[in-house]
């Protein structure tokens, strides 16, 4: 018998797509909960369709959506409508990500789904929640990106705009949707109480300006980028080294002391421009230069062995293949493969939760689409006849043959 799993036995409906509600869902399925994405019969999640694809499927939804079982739904006819809502009756958590109003529109909101459910767990993902008077655009990184202040805050200063390299927003407020739900769960198993979760892409990306917003509120200053320099900490920096750059945290007094050891630049630690680290703060330009200037004469690999080796904070700046190559992530499982019924062998990120009692796992591949509906509804009860019904009424999608899991 496998190893239990801290979600075992709780059923979730997914109805999301994109990035930030399916990274709720995947945080929670990887942890074993059972979930069943419901996709539109035409083409199911949109990103099914973004490349690059492996033998014809989306390897950005195969990473997204492991884990899971797909399931076809018109959610805009009203058998499907009905047999959603009966789904509904049985699951415990119901995720969703689209603009709000919309599942008010369909007859699936969270007042409609308590009415027959009192204790679901409803978790909304939008662009910038369910009040307010944005509620109603739509949200994408981008745009909170913008609005959060993190595209103020990122990049050199006298450049244009940037935004960060990856979608902080969305898969920050898949994050927060899991812990939203997670703990409304576990007040639910106290209470037998269910509730509406809500959480934007807004408030991740805010969320994620804990010190900027420190320097504001304290100072009435507003911040301003910095390339890869800390706000409040010198030298906390990437550095130029001959054949590259490298990382380097000397960020309170004896890092400092250790780093001036390593350069051999006793100069450096009497210099009353780099005293202590206020001092080394206002005179961080003066303080790199004459980093780069004794950094300069070896190697990223000769100066990060004798950092290490001193304690100093420090690192390499990886490109994407040679993280995926480093043995710190190989020993920590972060690169996994998983068997897909149609792409093989496919490549995937690890899990990053790391549980001793109950540890998640990779069961099964991103579905092929549709492939579980009638596995679906038969275990809600539907009858082969229902299903059938449904299927010619249009209300789910065409039979799809159970691919197996290799």
Same mark, same amino acid.
Not at 81 to 102: H, M
Not at 137 to 150: C, E, F, K, Y
Not at 260 to 275: H, N, T, Y
């Given at each position: 018998?496998?190893?239990?799993?801290?979600?075992?036995?709780?059923?979730?409906?997914?109805?999301?797509?994109?990035?930030?509600?399916?990274?709720?869902?995947?945080?929670? !399925?990887?942890?074993?909960?059972?979930?069943?994405?419901?996709?539109?019969?035409?083409?199911?999640?949109?990103?099914?369709?973004?490349?690059?694809?492996?033998?014809?499927?989306?390897?950005?939804?195969?990473?997204?959506?492991?884990?899971?079982?797909?399931?076809?739904?018109?959610?805009?006819?009203?058998?499907?409508?009905?047999?959603?809502?009966?789904?509904?009756?049985?699951?415990?958590? $119901?995720?969703?990500?689209?603009?709000?109003?919309?599942?008010?529109?369909?007859?699936?909101?969270?007042?409609?789904?308590?009415?027959?459910?009192?204790?679901?767990?409803?978790?909304?993902?939008?662009?910038?929640?369910?009040?307010?008077?944005?509620?109603?655009?739509?949200?994408?990184?981008?745009?909170?990106?913008?609005?959060?202040?993190?595209?103020?805050?990122?990049?050199?200063?006298?450049?244009?705009?940037?935004?960060?390299?990856?979608? $902080?927003?969305?898969?920050?407020?898949?994050?927060?949707?899991?812990?939203?739900?997670?703990?409304?769960?576990?007040?639910? $198993?106290?209470?037998?109480?269910?509730?509406?979760?809500?959480?934007?892409?807004?408030?991740?990306?805010?969320?994620?300006?804990?010190?900027?917003?420190?320097?504001?509120?304290?100072?009435?200053?507003?911040?301003?980028?910095?390339?890869?320099?800390?706000?409040?900490?010198?030298?906390?920096?990437?550095?130029?080294?001959?054949?590259?750059?490298?990382?380097?945290?000397?960020?309170?007094?004896?890092?400092?002391?250790?780093?001036?050891?390593?350069?051999?630049?006793?100069?450096?630690?009497?210099?009353?421009?780099?005293?202590?680290?206020?001092?080394?703060?206002?005179?961080?330009?003066?303080?790199?230069?004459?980093?780069?200037?004794?950094?300069?004469?070896?190697? !990223?690999?000769?100066?990060?062995?004798?950092?290490?080796?001193?304690?100093?904070?420090?690192?390499?700046?990886?490109?994407?293949?040679?993280?995926?190559?480093?043995?710190?992530?190989?020993?920590?499982?972060?690169?996994?493969?998983?068997?897909?019924?149609?792409?093989?062998?496919?490549?995937?990120?690890?899990?990053?939760?790391?549980?001793?009692?109950?540890?998640?796992?990779?069961?099964?591949?991103?579905?092929?689409?549709?492939?579980?509906?009638?596995?679906?509804?038969?275990?809600?009860?539907?009858?082969?006849?229902?299903?059938?019904?449904?299927?010619?009424?249009?209300?789910?999608?065409?039979?799809?043959?159970?691919?197996?899991?290799?």
């Amino acid at each position: 018998m496998p190893d239990p799993m801290p979600l075992d036995g709780v059923k979730v409906l997914d109805c999301t797509q994109q990035m930030a509600g399916p990274y709720c869902t995947l945080t929670l !399925a990887d942890l074993g909960a059972d979930v069943v994405k419901v996709e539109k019969p035409q083409g199911g999640d949109d990103i099914r369709g973004a490349g690059p694809f492996i033998k014809g499927e989306s390897a950005p939804f195969m990473t997204m959506n492991r884990n899971k079982r797909s399931a076809v739904l018109d959610l805009k006819h009203p058998q499907g409508q009905q047999a959603f809502l009966r789904l509904a009756r049985s699951t415990d958590v $119901l995720v969703e990500n689209f603009r709000p109003g919309t599942m008010e529109d369909l007859g699936l909101d969270y007042e409609t789904v308590r009415a027959i459910h009192p204790g679901i767990i409803y978790t909304s993902i939008s662009g910038f929640g369910q009040t307010g008077p944005y509620r109603h655009r739509g949200g994408i990184d981008l745009v909170a990106q913008g609005m959060s202040g993190i595209m103020s805050l990122t990049g050199f200063p006298d450049m244009p705009p940037a935004k960060a390299g990856v979608p $902080l927003t969305d898969i920050g407020a898949g994050a927060l949707g899991a812990i939203g739900t997670l703990a409304a769960y576990i007040h639910r $198993l106290r209470t037998g109480q269910g509730q509406h979760v809500d959480t934007s892409l807004l408030e991740a990306g805010i969320e994620f300006t804990f010190w900027e917003t420190a320097i504001l509120f304290a100072s009435g200053r507003v911040p301003v980028p910095q390339g890869s320099a800390h706000r409040l900490s010198a030298p906390y920096q990437a550095l130029k080294v001959q054949d590259g750059y490298i990382v380097v945290g000397a960020h309170n007094q004896r890092n400092w002391e250790r780093l001036c050891r390593v350069l051999e630049r006793g100069d450096l630690f009497q210099d009353p421009r780099f005293g202590t680290r206020p001092e080394r703060l206002a005179h961080r330009h003066e303080l790199e230069a004459e980093l780069e200037k004794t950094l300069a004469a070896q190697s !990223a690999a000769h100066w990060l062995g004798l950092l290490e080796k001193a304690g100093v904070p420090c690192g390499p700046i990886n490109d994407m293949a040679q993280t995926y190559a480093d043995p710190q992530v190989l020993a920590r499982g972060m690169l996994q493969q998983v068997e897909h019924p149609v792409a093989g062998t496919v490549k995937q990120i690890g899990i990053p939760i790391k549980l001793s009692a109950s540890p998640g796992r990779i069961r099964r591949p991103a579905p092929v689409l549709g492939q579980h509906t009638e596995e679906v509804l038969r275990e809600a009860g539907f009858t082969a006849e229902e299903v059938e019904r449904l299927r010619e009424q249009g209300a789910i999608g065409p039979a799809a043959r159970e691919a197996p899991h290799r």
